[in-house]
């Protein structure tokens, strides 16, 4: 069976979203969504990540509250320094 078809079949068993899927499996919703259009190749790396989380019985691979927090705060800092850098060469006339 193709594997993005048993991630799916599994998310939607588990009921669970997109989201949840993709913040298992450690990228983003709307990669993961790109992915299972096939509007995005499957990397051998999410191969790997999906056939763990399969294996693993589909648990989200983040712990506790305290460890979804770090990531989601890094993201968010991730995302405020590719602002800052574009806002710093714009005021520098440079367009990154």
């Given at each position: ?10 998310r939607r068993a588990r009921r669970m979203s997109q989201a949840q899927v993709a ?15 096939s509007r995005v190749a499957l990397s051998g790396r999410l ?50």
């Amino acid at each position: 069976m193709d594997l993005i078809l048993s991630v799916e079949e599994a998310r939607r068993a588990r009921r669970m979203s997109q989201a949840q899927v993709a913040e298992a499996l450690e990228i983003t919703q709307g990669h993961y969504s790109k992915v299972v259009a096939s509007r995005v190749a499957l990397s051998g790396r999410l191969a790997d990540r999906m056939e763990s989380w399969l294996a693993e019985g589909g648990r989200t691979t983040l712990g506790d509250d305290a460890t979804r927090r770090i990531h989601s705060l890094a993201a968010s800092i991730r995302r405020e320094c590719m602002e800052l850098m574009h806002l710093v060469g714009l005021a520098e006339g440079v367009d990154l």
